[in-house]
């Protein structure tokens, strides 16, 4: 399915990534081209084949990752704020939502 | 600096020299080089001297040997050291400075590792060619009007150049042994799981694990020992033991089979990579090891898949980034929603918007099934392909990159023909499995080639066996023209 600057457009919204029209130009066909490029697995018969989801292996898989569900230590508030571009008061500030 | 670790610490140790000195005139080289190679975007010069003091110290005061005393390491800019900047090669991230160290970088520093500096990357760990940077690329040693391979070119060259023993980069397709390949060094990207990604920033989470540079064999095993091993802090390590990877180095490869994919020496492939390849393998042979055919038939469509899995889970990773809790955030935009639009505008590249955009798309409503779901059924065939073919060898030979380094502006303009550099890794990703890059020789123009070792799950040991024994018949003698 071919893809057009209007596709590319919606994709951006969606990721919320906003687009010029100089950079959907040069989008437009690079990623046109790759998604062609992509389907080739079309040819591939995976009739049956359990997708493989993660990376996990066998032995990954058997590794029990869970632990008891108690309160541990983190880094606290002041350190977590202290790299963000807008806090106040304890809070990320934000510009308004409308 | 072209001492191994090992014989390194035995100096220290001895007081032959310090480790202040050996990270001393580790730093130097870093500052000295970096107008030439851009290799790094920040070298804490104090810090690491201070670090190296207290190693000094440490060592005098009590009977601890620490595996990497006063080893000086560079990390690439995507692996959290406290006190370090953490940019990721991007905008978005600037000047963000972690407040906490990954896992792999906790070890290295419990260990006695020194910490000299952060290296320039593909922004997002997304490139192969370190042209994706937004900090200026890096340039290769052996020629400085040609890329180092990405991403992780930085950790590459100022390994080739001599500036540090070893480095740490990370790999979602090939972003350490490309580069490794194309610099003329040893990459190794161990099995998912062996490594904890804990303070690695997330690109496509399930093909990520940090890889390790060196320029002999024992580095590279002495670095993974350390770091290596279950982490509670990354769920998807593994609970496997970690060896001494350094105790089977020397063991006789004789009789072991090595696994040769036959058809994948073919279209794109340079003569001169070829030629060193096929060399490599007669020096297996002459070493006793027997080379098989091996098929992979599933390979072929290794870069599609990993273009539709690793973009859908950085296209989801990513969106992490819209000016609110770190980083970056763009100015004059008075509405929230017009604030992330146009923070991550203005903070990505197009590289990484390429790839957000592209994630997006296989897994809006509709063209989930058509294509993510579709990769993930070929992955799993690509997974029993290599299965299938460790029951006939212990390890396969491959190049590690079609060709060697490229110039400056060679693919940009192309994103897919660059996609393709990495033809030979990604399958290591996709799978799982650990892979290693061991230089193999020079193109006629005295470029450095990579020849690839694949091997099954927690098979490092026999990669870094085989490797060890191929640069003992064989050693890579060469020096780039840019050296400490």
Redesign the interface.
Same mark, same amino acid.
């Given at each position: 399915m071919p893809?057009t600057e209007a596709?590319?457009e919606k994709? *951006?919204q969606? *990721?919320?990534?906003?687009?010029t029209r100089e950079?959907l130009r040069?989008?437009a066909p690079?990623?046109a081209?790759?998604?062609t490029?992509?389907?080739?697995?079309?040819e591939?018969d995976?009739t049956n084949?359990?997708?493989?989801?993660?990376?996990?292996?066998?032995?990954?898989e058997?590794?029990?990752?869970a632990?008891d569900d108690i309160v541990e230590p983190s880094?606290g508030q002041k350190? *977590?704020l202290?790299?963000?571009?807008?806090a106040v008061a304890g809070h990320?500030r934000?510009?308004?939502?409308? | 600096m072209t001492r191994s670790i090992a014989s390194q610490k035995d100096q220290i140790l001895t007081g032959d020299t310090t480790a202040r000195a050996v990270v001393e005139s580790s730093v130097a080289a870093a500052e000295r080089l970096n107008d030439t190679l851009n290799a790094f975007l920040e070298i804490d010069r104090p810090g690491a001297i201070r670090r190296a003091e207290e190693i000094d110290q440490r060592l005098k005061t009590s009977d601890d040997t620490l595996a990497l005393a006063g080893v000086p390491i560079a990390v690439k800019d995507n692996i959290c050291v406290r006190g370090f900047q953490a940019s990721c090669g991007s905008k978005i991230l600037g000047d963000?400075?972690?407040?906490?160290d990954a896992t792999v970088i906790e070890r290295l520093v419990n260990a006695g590792a020194v910490i000299i500096g952060k290296t320039n990357c593909d922004e997002f760990a997304m490139g192969s060619s370190n042209e994706n940077s937004a900090f200026g690329v890096v340039k290769n040693p052996w020629d400085t009007t040609r890329v180092p391979g990405g991403s992780s070119g930085g950790s590459a060259a100022a390994v080739a150049a001599g500036i540090v023993p070893v480095a740490l980069g990370s790999e979602t397709g090939g972003s350490v042994r490309q580069p490794a390949s194309l610099s003329g060094v040893i990459g190794l990207k161990p099995?998912? #799981?062996r490594n904890s990604r804990y303070g690695l920033v997330a690109f496509a +989470?399930?093909?990520d694990q940090v890889g390790i540079f060196g320029r002999n064999v024992p580095d590279v095993a002495a670095v993974l020992g350390v770091v290596a091993g %279950?982490d %509670?802090h990354d $769920?998807?390590? $593994?609970?496997?033991p970690v060896p001494d990877y350094r105790a089977g180095l020397d063991t006789d490869i004789k009789g072991m089979r090595l696994g040769f994919p036959q058809a994948l020496f073919g279209e794109g492939l340079d003569a001169d990579v070829r030629a060193s390849v096929d060399a490599a393998t007669d020096a297996y042979r002459e070493l006793g090891a027997e080379i098989v055919d091996v098929e992979l038939p599933?390979a072929k469509?290794s870069? $599609?898949?990993y273009?539709?899995i690793a973009t859908a889970e950085a +296209?989801s990773n990513l @969106?992490r980034y819209? #000016?609110?809790?770190? #980083?970056?955030?763009a100015e004059d $935009?008075?509405?929230?929603?017009?604030?992330? /639009? /146009?923070t991550?505008?203005e903070g990505?590249g197009?590289e990484v /918007?390429?790839r957000?955009?592209?994630g997006?798309?296989?897994l809006?409503a509709g063209y989930y099934e058509a294509?993510y779901?579709? @990769?993930?059924?070929?992955? @799993?065939?690509i %997974?029993e392909d290599l299965r299938q073919a460790f029951t006939a060898c212990d390890a396969i030979v491959t190049p590690t990159s079609p060709t060697p380094a490229f110039l400056f502006g060679e693919k940009v303009n192309n994103?897919?023909e660059m996609?393709l550099s990495d033809i030979y890794t990604v399958t290591a990703?996709l799978a #799982?499995i650990p892979g290693l890059s061991v230089p193999c020789g020079l193109s006629s123009e005295g470029l450095p080639i990579g020849m690839q070792l694949l091997g099954p799950?927690?098979s490092e040991p026999t990669l870094l066996n085989l490797a060890h024994a191929y640069l003992k018949a064989r050693p890579f003698t060469a020096r780039p023209q840019v050296f400490a």
């Open positions: 893809i596709d590319i994709i *951006a969606l *990721a919320h990534l906003e687009i950079e040069v989008f690079q990623i081209d790759i998604i490029y992509v389907e080739q697995l079309n591939v995976t084949v359990e997708p493989m989801l993660g990376g996990l292996t066998p032995e990954g058997l590794t029990d990752s632990r880094l350190i *977590a202290e790299e963000a571009p807008d990320f934000v510009p308004k939502v409308l | 963000y400075h972690p407040p906490y099995t998912y #799981g +989470s399930s093909l %279950r %509670r $769920a998807t390590t $593994a609970d496997v599933h469509y870069i $599609a898949v273009y539709i +296209s @969106a819209d #000016g609110v809790r770190y #980083g970056f955030r $935009a008075p509405e929230l929603r017009q604030m992330y /639009k /146009k991550r505008d990505f197009p /918007k390429r957000i955009m592209l997006t798309y296989v809006s294509y779901r579709k @990769a993930q059924q070929v992955r @799993a065939l %997974r994103p897919l996609y990703n #799982g799950y927690w």
